[in-house]
């Protein structure tokens, strides 16, 4: 039996100014913390996330995209934004990425164990989009990456 369509919760924008850009979005009525989170600490890679009725708004800074994005590492124009689709479980993110690979989508970030737990990659839309495949989180497979 095939897994239930992937639903869109997520978006996820790489800032260069971080601050500047959690201030616009403040502006427009969004309760975001004070300040970014540095994680891992002393690395410089800032990280924010605002939770909505159905999605999830996170920021980040270049730094802290660098670690869990291979296109913003490789300095890839229009990298900076992710659109987030949640699939069922770890097997169904390396399958969901195997057929669109197979279907002649481009692969910007293979499927991995990522740091926060969950089993992640990201594919190319047609419009060069980067869109980013998640599995449920496991707390038990959370670690601390290396900047």
Do not use: C
Not at 22 to 43: A, N, V
Not at 54 to 82: C, L, N, Q, Y
Not at 110 to 136: H, K, N, Q, T
């Amino acid at each position: 039996m095939p897994d239930p369509p992937a639903p869109f919760d997520q978006v996820n924008l790489v800032a260069e100014d971080l601050n500047a850009t959690l201030d616009f979005y403040r502006r427009l009525g969004l309760t975001i913390p004070d300040e970014p989170m540095e994680w891992p600490p002393g690395s410089g890679a800032h990280h924010v996330g605002v939770s909505m009725p159905g999605v999830s708004f996170e920021f980040d800074d270049p730094a802290m995209a660098k670690i869990w994005h291979a296109g913003v590492r490789a300095g890839r124009p229009g990298a900076g934004t992710v659109l987030g689709f949640s699939l069922s479980s770890r097997d169904a993110v390396d399958a969901k990425y195997a057929e669109l690979i197979a279907a002649g989508y481009a692969s910007r970030q293979p499927p991995y164990d990522a740091f926060w737990g969950a089993r992640y990659a990201i594919v190319e839309d047609p419009d060069r989009r980067d869109v980013g495949l998640m599995s449920p989180i496991d707390p038990d497979r959370r670690y601390t990456p290396e900047p």
